[in-house]
């Protein structure tokens, strides 16, 4: 997201109405900070946003009215308690229904397991639970993203969908070979696109009325044959798919 007004517009009756500057700024400091785990000060934050030390400052202090950040005894800013508020109330029924499936994943593979849905053009991280024995496995944190077109949460998402449907929901963007081959065999895989030397496996989570999600786990290597994790990923996206 940038820092300047853009040119998307809502229709409003006839009208366009301009995206408020204000509050894609403050969305954006909301994303700097929870990608910035030490924080950061007012400075940094208004070199980011490219604007006066002033205009960021009033931006981080009504974040910090609502709780979504806070500053330590330095006065460097962080993400707040009130992120995880927020947080709990997306897609709260794919949340709790994939829960106990990404806890069984997660032990019986040793891997990390989560669940990504699409956003625009990137993949985020709903959910994620680390394997009992975490030691050496790949730490992916709620609110995660990466590009929607590298890695296998994307390709499974895709495949979800049919090309006529993907092609409305964003005109203009490729439908991928690798999505072709996951409908047929219902999970996908990849390496090294996301994370250099990391794979990821993962299944189309399909939910009634809504885009598809994805379950997926993560790893760097594994004795388990990759056909047989996709397997058991698929098995648990199934799973989630039947409570919802």
Do not use: K
């Amino acid at each position: 997201m940038g820092t300047e007004v853009t040119a998307r517009t809502a229709s409003t009756g006839g009208a366009t109405a301009p995206a408020s500057q204000t509050l894609s700024r403050g969305i954006r400091a909301l994303e700097i900070l929870a990608a910035a785990p030490d924080g950061r000060t007012t400075v940094q934050v208004a070199q980011e946003l490219g604007v006066h030390r002033s205009i960021a400052y009033r931006i981080l202090r009504t974040l910090e009215e609502h709780s979504l950040v806070i500053r330590d005894p330095g006065g460097r800013f962080l993400a707040g308690p009130g992120l995880a508020n927020l947080a709990r109330g997306v897609a709260p029924r794919l949340q709790t229904a994939a829960l106990p499936e990404l806890t069984a994943l997660a032990a019986d593979l040793r891997m990390t397991a989560f669940v990504a849905v699409w956003d625009r053009s990137h993949c985020v991280t709903l959910v994620a639970v680390e394997p009992p024995q975490g030691e050496g496995t790949i730490v992916q944190r709620p609110g995660s993203r990466h590009r929607f077109d590298a890695g296998a949460p994307g390709i499974a998402i895709q495949s979800a969908l049919t090309e006529a449907e993907w092609n409305q929901l964003v005109p203009g963007q490729p439908y991928r070979e690798e999505s072709r081959a996951a409908a047929v065999t219902g999970f996908a895989g990849s390496h090294d696109e996301v994370i250099p030397g990391v794979s990821s496996i993962a299944a189309p989570i399909l939910v009634r009325g809504q885009l598809p999600a994805a379950i997926a786990v993560v790893y760097v290597r594994s004795d388990v044959p990759a056909e047989e994790i996709g397997q058991r990923v698929a098995r648990a996206a199934r799973a989630v798919g039947a409570l919802l």
